[in-house]
Nanobody, 125 residues
């Protein structure tokens, strides 16, 4: 059964870190790029980062560049999003998604075939 399950969200103070996990089942990370998206209340879905199926090529939104890092562990079928120096504007529900095409600029969400259920990240003092 194909499934993406996010975890690791929570409430954190500004400047602190969180690591999100996306456990993937039913598909191979060597065949799919995995993207992270987020949606804040009242706003549209925003692409945050993407890791290509080669496990090397990465893309980041300008808003998170230098603070967030995407990586994966093939043995655990898991993709991570390490989020450092968190800001209140990072507050959102974070989703991971899978696509068979390479990561594209602008993270067009329509390219992604499979989505997780999301995990809430709240950055607040």
């Amino acid at each position: 059964q194909l499934q993406l399950v996010e975890s690791g969200g929570g409430l954190v103070q500004p400047g602190r870190s969180l690591r999100l996990s996306c456990v993937v089942s039913g598909l191979s990370l060597d065949s799919y790029a995995i993207g992270w998206f987020r949606q804040a209340p009242g706003k549209g879905r925003e692409g945050v980062s993407c890791l290509n199926s080669n496990g090397v090529s990465r893309k980041y939104a300008d808003s998170v560049k230098g603070r967030f890092t995407i990586s994966r562990d093939n043995a655990k079928n898991t993709v991570y999003l390490q989020m450092n120096s968190l800001k209140p504007e990072d507050t959102a529900v974070y989703y991971c998604a899978a696509t068979q095409v390479s990561c594209s600029d602008g993270f067009p969400f329509y390219e992604y075939d499979y989505w997780g259920q999301g995990t809430q990240v709240t950055v607040s003092s």
